[in-house]
């Protein structure tokens, strides 16, 4: 008996060993103190437990109210968030957690709202002058609650006025105004002017608790004595950081508008601060400036001005040629140049083949009124003055058709049989003339023989005498230039022609052959080859 007594004894405690391994269900609120938050901070709310496998979470206010947040559940704990933190987050929060169908445990937290975000704003009515009537005025903005804000306005260290809000009952942030007027004596001016507030919530615990601002009361005037300073000088270099600071006396400071005066008597709007820069001055930036100074308070307005005039060497602004770079023989041509530069610059247009000028022009213009050929080639505009010169070149191209043709024979016009003859034709023109040479048929008819410039007729025969015709053509036109070619066959040959020309002299109307060899030239660089006895070149 006893022995099963000391059995069922450690049977006992086996299982009440047990049970004690085992967690207890428990639950906690993290933070689990007090909370105190501002308005538009973000809050957090945990809720933890312990000893449950599977918990379900509801989270309410104490009265019933809308959370004001959002809730997320996890396995074992649940969250609410409020973000931000509004003014209706001002509750008791309770978390209640069920585990299976009969153990639930609850527990609360409370949050207590404030704002209080910024100091406060003071705006004192500008007098005219001393000694006349102003009024100050300090906002406290998003304050809550508000029926705990307590205001004062104090000059110096003696207190004008204060005021405080316990009749509100808010609800939300509000914007609250303290408004004082007096009339302040000429030592007050300088004085400063503050305004205190203060949120003293009773066991509350954040910082701060009171705001200050102040502001020095002052008078109105101006603006005065307005003048414009110029760095590096109203003489600056071009190139130079140009900078134009206008300074005035005025309270409260006076608005500043740049302007400058154009050529055409205009007025160009430039910048609204004190300081107008300039990088990198040009020529275009020299001119009249003028600072306008206006106290809106005053109704006050004062100008300044400053003549500016950038320096350096000359610019040569345009070089041009009209109406075109390229222009027929015969049309009217201006060729313009012209330059900026201070002080102002000589100009000087020439064609630079002419080693001459054909200036100086105050806008450098030269008039060429039906052009020929021999006005083409490169213009140059110089400009100059004390600081350097600027120069810059273009270029007449006159196109003309050809012109002065010419024929060279070598050795001459009349060789003897078996030498080589060599005819040479030149001719100018733009674009450069095309040469080609032609031969008198028997029938009268030229026969095109040959293209170049250079004609070589090699071991020569009395067949090859004649009438030969160099044409020279572009585009444009072309020009012709004849020679006739006599071939020597000894004395007797020079014996027959004169004979036949004494018979033809006193036989007119019996015709005798006289004729002779001859050839053609136009262009320079040629060389050819014609029926294996017409050749170009020398070879």
Same mark, same amino acid.
């Given at each position: 008996?006893?022995?099963?007594?000391?059995?069922?004894?450690?049977?006992?405690?086996?299982?009440?060993?047990?049970?004690?391994?085992?967690?207890?269900?428990?639950?906690?609120?993290?933070?689990?103190?007090?909370?105190?938050?501002?308005?538009?901070?973000?809050?957090?709310?945990?809720?933890?437990?312990?000893?449950?496998?599977?918990?379900?979470?509801?989270?309410?206010?104490?009265?019933?109210?809308?959370?004001?947040?959002?809730?997320?559940?996890?396995?074992?704990?649940?969250?609410?968030?409020?973000?931000?933190?509004?003014?209706?987050?001002?509750?008791?929060?309770?978390?209640?957690?069920?585990?299976?169908?009969?153990?639930?445990?609850?527990?609360?937290?409370?949050?207590?709202?404030?704002?209080?975000?910024?100091?406060?704003?003071?705006?004192?009515?500008?007098?005219?002058?001393?000694?006349?009537?102003?009024?100050?005025?300090?906002?406290?903005?998003?304050?809550?609650?508000?029926?705990?804000?307590?205001?004062?306005?104090?000059?110096?260290?003696?207190?004008?006025?204060?005021?405080?809000?316990?009749?509100?009952?808010?609800?939300?942030?509000?914007?609250?105004?303290?408004?004082?007027?007096?009339?302040?004596?000429?030592?007050?001016?300088?004085?400063?002017?503050?305004?205190?507030?203060?949120?003293?919530?009773?066991?509350?615990?954040?910082?701060?608790?009171?705001?200050?601002?102040?502001?020095?009361?002052?008078?109105?005037?101006?603006?005065?004595?307005?003048?414009?300073?110029?760095?590096?000088?109203?003489?600056?270099?071009?190139?130079?950081?140009?900078?134009?600071?206008?300074?005035?006396?005025?309270?409260?400071?006076?608005?500043?508008?740049?302007?400058?005066?154009?050529?055409?008597?205009?007025?160009?709007?430039?910048?609204?601060?004190?300081?107008?820069?300039?990088?990198?001055?040009?020529?275009?930036?020299?001119?009249?400036?003028?600072?306008?100074?206006?106290?809106?308070?005053?109704?006050?307005?004062?100008?300044?001005?400053?003549?500016?005039?950038?320096?350096?060497?000359?610019?040569?602004?345009?070089? !041009?040629?009209?109406?075109? &770079?390229? =222009?027929? %023989? #015969? *049309?009217? @041509?201006?060729?313009?140049?012209?330059?900026? /530069? +201070? $002080?102002?610059?000589?100009?000087?247009?020439?064609?630079?083949?002419?080693?001459?000028?054909?200036?100086?022009?105050?806008?450098?213009?030269?008039?060429?009124?039906?052009?020929?050929?021999?006005?083409?080639?490169?213009?140059?505009?110089?400009?100059?003055?004390?600081?350097?010169?600027?120069?810059?070149?273009?270029?007449?191209?006159?196109?003309?058709?050809?012109?002065?043709?010419?024929? !060279?024979?070598?050795?001459? &016009?009349? =060789?003897? %049989? #078996? *030498?080589? @003859?060599?005819?040479?034709?030149?001719?100018? /023109? +733009? $674009?450069?003339?095309?040469?080609?040479?032609?031969?008198?048929?028997?029938?009268?008819?030229?026969?095109?023989?040959?293209?170049?410039?250079?004609?070589?007729?090699?071991?020569?025969?009395?067949?090859?005498?004649?009438?030969?015709?160099?044409?020279?053509?572009?585009?444009?036109?072309?020009?012709?230039?004849?020679?006739?070619?006599?071939?020597?066959?000894?004395?007797?040959?020079?014996?027959?022609?004169?004979?036949?020309?004494?018979?033809?002299?006193?036989?007119?109307?019996?015709?005798?052959?006289?004729?002779?060899?001859?050839?053609?030239?136009?262009?320079?660089?040629?060389?050819?080859?014609?029926?294996?006895?017409?050749?170009?070149?020398?070879?």
């Amino acid at each position: 008996m006893l022995k099963e007594m000391g059995r069922t004894s450690q049977a006992v405690l086996v299982i009440l060993y047990g049970f004690m391994t085992v967690k207890a269900f428990e639950m906690e609120i993290i933070p689990a103190n007090r909370i105190v938050k501002q308005v538009g901070e973000t809050l957090r709310l945990t809720c933890n437990t312990t000893g449950c496998a599977s918990p379900s979470f509801s989270w309410r206010t104490q009265m019933d109210n809308p959370l004001g947040g959002t809730v997320n559940n996890y396995r074992m704990y649940s969250t609410l968030t409020m973000n931000p933190v509004s003014t209706v987050n001002s509750h008791d929060y309770l978390c209640t957690v069920f585990c299976g169908e009969k153990e639930k445990k609850e527990k609360s937290v409370k949050v207590e709202i404030y704002s209080f975000p910024r100091d406060p704003v003071i705006e004192i009515s500008p007098s005219s002058a001393a000694a006349e009537p102003v009024t100050v005025t300090c906002k406290i903005l998003d304050v809550y609650p508000s029926h705990y804000l307590e205001v004062l306005l104090k000059k110096g260290d003696h207190v004008l006025h204060e005021k405080n809000f316990y009749e509100d009952e808010s609800t939300n942030t509000e914007n609250k105004t303290v408004t004082y007027s007096f009339n302040p004596t000429a030592e007050d001016i300088g004085k400063e002017i503050t305004c205190v507030a203060k949120l003293p919530i009773p066991n509350m615990d954040f910082e701060p608790k009171e705001r200050v601002t102040s502001e020095k009361l002052t008078a109105n005037f101006g603006p005065q004595n307005t003048v414009i300073t110029a760095s590096p000088g109203n003489w600056p270099m071009e190139g130079d950081t140009l900078n134009l600071t206008c300074v005035t006396e005025s309270n409260p400071p006076a608005q500043i508008v740049w302007t400058k005066h154009l050529a055409d008597e205009s007025i160009q709007l430039l910048t609204k601060n004190n300081v107008l820069s300039i990088p990198d001055a040009r020529f275009s930036d020299s001119g009249l400036y003028t600072c306008e100074v206006t106290n809106v308070v005053t109704n006050k307005t004062e100008k300044a001005t400053v003549d500016i005039v950038i320096r350096g060497a000359p610019d040569i602004t345009k070089l !041009s040629i009209e109406p075109s &770079t390229t =222009v027929r %023989e #015969g *049309e009217n @041509v201006s060729i313009l140049c012209s330059a900026e /530069g +201070n $002080p102002s610059p000589r100009i000087i247009l020439r064609r630079k083949s002419d080693g001459a000028d054909t200036g100086p022009y105050s806008e450098g213009r030269i008039l060429l009124p039906s052009v020929t050929f021999l006005n083409g080639g490169d213009y140059e505009c110089v400009a100059e003055n004390e600081f350097g010169k600027s120069r810059s070149e273009i270029t007449l191209n006159v196109e003309y058709g050809p012109k002065n043709t010419m024929i !060279s024979v070598i050795p001459a &016009t009349a =060789v003897k %049989e #078996g *030498e080589t @003859v060599i005819m040479k034709c030149t001719s100018s /023109g +733009n $674009p450069a003339p095309v040469i080609s040479w032609k031969k008198k048929k028997t029938t009268g008819e030229p026969e095109k023989i040959y293209t170049d410039a250079i004609l070589t007729i090699k071991n020569i025969k009395s067949q090859d005498l004649g009438l030969y015709k160099c044409e020279a053509y572009n585009r444009f036109g072309k020009e012709e230039k004849d020679v006739k070619l006599l071939v020597q066959e000894g004395k007797l040959f020079l014996l027959a022609l004169f004979l036949i020309k004494q018979m033809q002299n006193l036989c007119p109307s019996k015709k005798a052959s006289t004729a002779a060899p001859t050839r053609q030239v136009l262009s320079e660089g040629v060389r050819a080859t014609w029926r294996s006895r017409y050749t170009g070149g020398n070879n």
